[in-house]
Structure formats: structure tokens, C-alpha cells
Nanobody, 115 residues
Framework: QVRLVESGGGFVQPGGSLRLSCAAS????????MGWYRQAPGKQRELVAS???????NYADSATGRFFISRDNKKNTMYLQMTSLKPEDTAVYYC?????????WGQGTQVTVSS
């Protein structure tokens, strides 16, 4: 059974940085696509950034230039380095992994940006 475990969320002041991690386990196959999504209160879940197993990346406009996604295929772990954080980045951040045609989700980690 595939399991995704996020870590690294927390409280940070505007302009600060956080690094999120997502560790995948339970599959003999490395996810072909992994991504970070977020959901703020009262809003729909949205894509923040994604990365293929070949290292190709895609970012939402709101994340471009501030967030950086990476993955370690040997460890089946994905990261999101978030810099210059803004209050509007406050949300629950979810890890997503696609293995063949099946999508898996983590439980989410809260990121709060506030002064």
C-alpha cells in the first residue's frame, strides 16, 4: 500500500522560508509524477509545483521564482523549498504521487505565514 508522509510545515513570518518533504513508501515503482498542492480555507485545492521522475518541473505562477521543487528518486522523496513566503501562501500543503495511472495523496501539512 502506497503511503505518502509530508513534513516540514509550520509557522513562519512573511519573507521567511520553509522546506517541505514528502516521503513515499510501499511501492516497488518510483512515481512517474510527483507534485505539491495546497488548499487554503474556503478555496479549492490547487497545484503549486510538480516534477517528473526525469526531473522536469512545472510551477504555478504564484510559485515561480519563490518555490523550488526537487526529488531524490533513490529515496523516493520529494521536496519543496519555499522562500519569500507571503501570507497568501498560508494553506494546507499536500503531496501527490502518480504511479502509472493511480494518484496517491498525503495527509497534508499546515503552512502558516503571518506576522
Amino acid at each position: 500500500q502506497v503511503r505518502l508522509v509530508e513534513s516540514g510545515g509550520g509557522f513562519v513570518q512573511p519573507g521567511g522560508s520553509l522546506r517541505l518533504s514528502c516521503a513515499a513508501s510501499g511501492s516497488a515503482f518510483s512515481p512517474n509524477l510527483m507534485g505539491w498542492y495546497r488548499q487554503a480555507p474556503g478555496k479549492q485545492r490547487e497545484l503549486v509545483a510538480s516534477i517528473t521522475n526525469g526531473g522536469s518541473t512545472n510551477y504555478a505562477d504564484s510559485a515561480t521564482g519563490r518555490f523550488f521543487i526537487s526529488r531524490d528518486n533513490k529515496k523516493n522523496t520529494m521536496y519543496l523549498q519555499m522562500t519569500s513566503l507571503k501570507p497568501e501562501d498560508t494553506a494546507v500543503y499536500y503531496c501527490n504521487a502518480q504511479i502509472f495511472i493511480t494518484n496517491y495523496w498525503g495527509q497534508g501539512t499546515q503552512v502558516t505565514v503571518s506576522s
